[in-house]
């Protein structure tokens, strides 16, 4: 049997897809360190409500700018010290975490599904239609996304709600142009032809065939975006347009924290801390994609 002498002959059936890809992506330790990391920082904000050891909101009084446990006049109760209004500083970190997490990832999932229907719009169509799609992605890349970001909430308002449309407005054209120029290479191979030659119809060809040929680049898009909307976000908390008090998010915190950045800086310095692990766990993360999932970029 051609079984029996594969196996006496000692051959060895090739890894499936996701054993290739978990070969190719374990080769960056960078990648995988962060995504260690980002897999720490989930956890903390799922559990945030069972590990925080305070609610952030709560005021304790006459604790107002503790200092953190290893340094003099340190409480017990409060590790990390607490902030000007006598908030404990790991449990805000803690549920920040929440707050900045479900910014990323609404602005990426938003982001994504929205700029597949424009890319795929954009690249069937053509014409009229892929002339006003990529002109008005190319008005809003014009403007600097910080700037933009500022003037959507200035008309809109600053809430949590509006600081993820904003900074979704901001990352759209990243997909869509991202999306439409992986569309347009797929559609002239010939698999596509075959398809439309045996009479599919163009929502299942362009969903069903196209789309999952142009999910690579998207996927390794999607994760540095999460970082990118992360920081969009910190900045709008920063300048007060963001999500507004008593939020405990990452941004907002050092905004309200900035005054005593001489006289207290560990209130300030812990929230920088977390965007800056959050921010490049995650590229490191996406920089592992990105190699796993492109073969050239593959180690031999």
Not at 8 to 36: Q, T, Y
Not at 78 to 98: E, K, N, P, Q, W
Request: aromatic share 8%.
């Amino acid at each position: 049997m051609p079984s029996d002498i594969a196996i006496s002959s000692g051959a060895i059936a090739p890894p499936g897809p996701f054993r290739a890809f978990w070969n190719a992506f374990s080769e960056n330790r960078g990648a995988v360190l962060g995504l260690a990391v980002v897999c720490v920082i989930v956890l903390i904000a799922l559990l945030a409500p069972l590990l925080a050891p305070h609610d952030p909101f709560e005021q304790f009084k006459g604790a107002t700018k503790l200092p953190p446990f290893w340094m003099d006049k340190a409480d017990p109760r409060f590790i990390l010290g607490t902030d000007a209004v006598g908030r404990d500083m790991l449990s805000r970190l803690m549920f920040g975490a929440r707050v900045s997490l479900f910014i990323g990832l609404s602005v990426m999932v938003v982001s994504m599904l929205v700029g597949i229907a424009l890319g795929l719009a954009a690249a069937w169509f053509g014409g009229i239609v892929d002339v006003a799609i990529i002109r008005v992605m190319d008005l809003i890349m014009a403007i600097p996304s910080l700037v933009l970001a500022i003037l959507i909430i200035a008309i809109i308002g600053p809430s949590l709600a509006n600081t993820i449309i904003a900074v979704t407005i901001v990352y759209l054209p990243r997909y869509v142009r991202l999306l439409r120029a992986s569309a347009l290479a797929e559609l002239s191979k010939d698999y596509v032809t075959a398809a439309k030659v045996a009479g599919v119809g163009p929502f299942r060809l362009m969903t069903v065939t196209v789309l999952p040929n142009c999910l690579a680049p998207l996927i390794v898009q999607a994760a540095l975006g999460v970082s990118d909307a992360i920081l969009e976000a910190a900045g709008l908390g920063f300048l007060g347009l963001g999500a507004q008090p008593p939020v405990a998010e990452w941004g907002a915190m050092l905004a309200n924290t900035r005054d005593l950045m001489l006289s207290h800086p560990w209130v300030m310095a812990f929230p920088g801390l977390c965007i800056l692990t959050t921010v490049m766990a995650i590229n490191l993360m996406g920089d592992g994609l990105r190699d796993a999932l492109d073969p050239r970029l593959r180690k031999s």
